[in-house]
Nanobody, 127 residues
Framework: QVQLVESGGGLVQAGDSLRLSCAASGRTISNYAMGWFRQAPGKDRAFVAG????????GYAESVKGRFTISRDNAKNTVYLQINSLKPEDTGVYYCATGPRLQWRGYREDSESYSTWGQGTQVTVSS
């Protein structure tokens, strides 16, 4: 069973950048698509970025296109989310996720496709 641990969140000002990391342990994630989701205060968890198992394809929610970049380093069993030009509306808990349905596949935007989640990392953006 794979375990996912997110890190890199914090309290930042609008316009700053952060790089979130999602480190996997227990087994390799190199052949699984991965997703990043965000849960803003009082809202449901929502897709922000995904990457296919090989890293050759990625996608983003419309609200973060051009500012967020997802990447993976399969040698380190880690997925990253680079966040630039942070806005107050980016505030929330960021989760990485994967699951058996994503082996050798592309990412999915629905949270139901993911069965393994990290504990999340808090990002707070002040204006």
């Amino acid at each position: 069973q794979v375990q996912l641990v997110e890190s890199g969140g914090g309290l930042v000002q609008a316009g700053d950048s952060l790089r979130l990391s999602c480190a996997a342990s227990g087994r390799t994630i190199s052949n699984y698509a991965m997703g990043w989701f965000r849960q803003a205060p009082g809202k449901d968890r929502a897709f922000v970025a995904g990457i296919n198992w090989s890293g050759s394809s990625s996608g983003y929610a419309e609200s973060v296109k051009g500012r967020f970049t997802i990447s993976r380093d399969n040698a380190k069993n880690t997925v990253y989310l680079q966040i630039n030009s942070l806005k107050p509306e980016d505030t929330g808990v960021y989760y990485c996720a994967t699951g058996p349905r994503l082996q050798w596949r592309g990412y999915r935007e629905d949270s139901e496709s993911y069965s393994t989640w990290g504990q999340g990392t808090q990002v707070t953006v002040s204006s």
